[in-house]
């Protein structure tokens, strides 16, 4: 003879024992949206990194636009160029480092053209470009996670050597000749 012994285990819940229907079924309301996200979390951290290497390079005279951070400007002056901006974005992991050289409507673009390339083929650690409302621009990127001090400084030296050097080659093609 074999003796089986089941074990049930009912779930019981405090209204099946008052014997009241239940008429209403409430559903779990979602819990609120997190106020900060990932992306926001890792805009901060570069943020505090760009700031704490731009201490640390000794650059005193940028300051932060906007209020979201992730972009800063910083003055420069240099033999040619006189009281420009390098301007610093944050982008998806990279730091882009930016100069508006001329103004698209101050030089003619389609005589320049040509010199620009060839510029552009001898400064290989920056890109020439025109940007959105077709002003000439000098820029180059590099890797936040990467960079360090002395990449940083040679970034921002370099940008503005090249930016410098672009402004007196286009000058030649001004569309306002002095």
Same mark, same amino acid.
């Given at each position: 003879?074999?003796?089986?012994?089941?074990?049930?285990?009912?779930?019981?819940?405090?209204?099946?024992?008052? &014997?009241?229907?239940?008429?209403?079924?409430?559903?779990?309301?979602?819990?609120?949206?997190?106020?900060?996200?990932?992306?926001?979390?890792?805009?901060?951290?570069?943020?505090?990194?760009?700031?704490?290497?731009?201490?640390?390079?000794?650059?005193?005279?940028?300051?932060?636009?906007?209020?979201?951070?992730?972009?800063?400007?910083?003055?420069?002056?240099?033999?040619?160029?006189?009281?420009?901006?390098?301007?610093?974005?944050?982008?998806?992991?990279?730091?882009?480092?930016?100069?508006?050289?001329?103004?698209?409507?101050?030089?003619?673009?389609?005589?320049?053209?040509?010199?620009?390339?060839?510029?552009?083929? &001898?400064?290989?650690?920056?890109?020439?470009?025109?940007?959105?409302?077709?002003?000439?621009?000098?820029?180059?990127?590099?890797?936040?996670?990467?960079?360090?001090?002395?990449?940083?400084?040679?970034?921002?030296?370099?940008?503005?050597?090249?930016?410098?050097?672009?402004?007196?080659?286009?000058?030649?093609?001004?569309?306002?000749?002095?």
């Amino acid at each position: 003879m074999m003796l089986f012994i089941c074990l049930y285990v009912f779930s019981v819940s405090a209204q099946s024992i008052s &014997r009241e229907p239940v008429t209403k079924v409430k559903k779990a309301r979602p819990g609120p949206k997190l106020p900060v996200t990932v992306q926001d979390i890792e805009d901060q951290q570069a943020t505090t990194t760009v700031e704490e290497l731009l201490a640390k390079a000794g650059e005193k005279t940028y300051q932060r636009l906007g209020t979201g951070g992730g972009v800063w400007a910083i003055r420069k002056n240099r033999p040619n160029l006189k009281y420009f901006q390098i301007i610093l974005a944050y982008r998806a992991g990279t730091l882009i480092t930016e100069v508006t050289v001329v103004k698209g409507n101050t030089f003619r673009i389609n005589d320049a053209a040509p010199e620009l390339l060839r510029l552009a083929s &001898r400064l290989d650690y920056a890109k020439v470009g025109l940007n959105r409302g077709g002003d000439l621009v000098v820029r180059n990127e590099a890797r936040l996670k990467s960079l360090d001090v002395d990449e940083l400084t040679n970034n921002l030296d370099k940008i503005a050597a090249a930016a410098d050097q672009i402004f007196v080659e286009v000058q030649k093609f001004s569309s306002n000749p002095k």
